[in-house]
């Protein structure tokens, strides 16, 4: 089972220590909302993989679901562009040093809002071309609280005020240590009012903010749980492919989940590898760390990107069933059926 869930990398942080979800009490600089609030779909998303630059996917909001655009982008778009990632409906850009979020044109015909960031400072032995992608905690970045997060490939992960004035905005430049978070994605989580990001092999979750944990983030130890029985051949088919974790929050229910997403090439087109998911694993995690695999999430549903996942019910998604996962990317759209899925 070690080779399916990865063995714990070797720390370089402090000594770990819990995550406690205190939503009501907020000491971090971020937002100060008292409860959460039921999450909408996002405007747009844009999938793309930065280390295949020439394959994007534009995803927009269209009669209750999340759709593709039916053409193609030039092969040249994140090159001209400039594109780190979409949060919360804004697409944000890096050209020259400088941030850019802009609005989708979409939500205000004509009246698209464009907000541009300090100038940005890469770290040394860091780099900040290539991002996995780019958070925002609300949708209004202009409110006092709101905060956008950069994740690099690498040890950088920024963190920026927009609404704060002139004088006071900039960047605060965050050096991780432990390489395990090197490649992996962030997210926002309402609940705990951090930026949080997992692990690679999804043993670790770490949590910043602007506050305490500023440069010493808070570590969550997952341990993993009512592991399914693999086949031989399925344990063989899962070693061999390209693994990936996400974390995904419901604002509705206030539930925690990571999924573990399995991908392999699955054939090559004009040159260029297209891979094809294999599995879907989905934990539910609870404040100690107990992360139990699960193939019921009731009645709600996750969309998994590489710019942002989430998880709403599936009552407020049309021609979406519940328990279901929607994966969006640029090789695939497709829906897993998670009570579906045999491993034996």
């Given at each position: 089972m070690s080779l399916i869930l990865n063995q714990p990398p070797k720390l370089c942080l402090r000594k770990p220590v819990l995550v406690r979800c205190s939503p009501l009490h907020h000491s971090n600089g971020f937002s100060s909302a008292s409860l959460p609030q039921s999450q909408t779909l996002p405007l747009t998303i844009f999938c793309a993989d930065p280390c295949r630059p020439h394959l994007v996917r534009?995803?927009?909001?269209?009669?209750?679901?999340?759709?593709?655009?039916?053409?193609?982008?030039?092969?040249?778009?994140?090159?001209?562009?400039?594109?780190?990632?979409?949060?919360?409906?804004?697409?944000?850009?890096?050209?020259?040093?400088?941030?850019?979020?802009?609005?989708?044109?979409?939500?205000?015909p004509g009246q698209a809002r464009t907000i541009f960031l300090p100038p940005h400072e890469t770290l040394p032995l860091c780099q900040a071309q290539m991002a996995t992608n780019v958070a925002?905690?609300?949708?209004?970045p202009l409110k006092e609280d709101c905060a956008v997060a950069v994740k690099f490939w690498g040890p950088q992960l920024s963190i920026c005020k927009p609404a704060q004035s002139n004088a006071d905005r900039e960047w605060i430049n965050i050096r991780i240590s432990n390489p395990c978070f090197f490649s992996s994605p962030v997210?926002?989580?309402?609940?705990?009012d951090?930026?949080?990001i997992v692990g690679s092999g999804g043993h670790l979750v770490g949590s910043w903010d602007?506050?305490?944990?500023?440069?010493?983030?808070?570590?969550?130890?997952?341990?993993?749980?009512?592991?399914?029985?693999?086949s031989k051949a399925k344990r063989e088919l899962l070693y061999s492919s390209n693994t990936s974790e996400h974390l995904v929050e419901s604002r509705t229910t206030g539930e925690t989940f990571m999924v573990k997403w399995y991908k392999?090439?699955?054939?090559?087109?004009?040159?260029?590898?297209?891979?094809?998911?294999?599995?879907?694993m989905v934990f539910k995690i609870d404040e100690q760390g107990?992360?139990?695999?699960?193939q019921d999430i009731g009645d709600l549903c996750i969309f998994l990107t590489r710019s942002e996942s989430f998880c709403v019910p599936a009552s407020s998604v049309?021609?979406?069933?519940?328990?279901?996962?929607?994966l969006i990317d640029v090789d695939e759209i497709t829906i897993i059926d998670l009570a579906a899925q045999k491993w034996n």
């Open positions: 534009v995803v927009f909001r269209r009669d209750g679901d999340m759709d593709a655009l039916d053409y193609e982008r030039p092969s040249n778009f994140m090159e001209v562009t400039k594109m780190i990632g979409t949060s919360n409906g804004w697409i944000t850009s890096l050209v020259h040093g400088i941030v850019r979020l802009r609005e989708h044109p979409g939500k205000i925002i905690s609300s949708s209004s997210m926002y989580s309402e609940k705990e951090m930026f949080r602007l506050g305490k944990h500023k440069y010493t983030p808070k570590i969550q130890r997952i341990q993993f749980q009512n592991l399914p029985e693999l392999r090439t699955a054939k090559t087109i004009y040159g260029i590898e297209r891979m094809e998911t294999k599995a879907l107990n992360a139990v695999y699960t049309r021609h979406m069933r519940p328990n279901r996962v929607k």
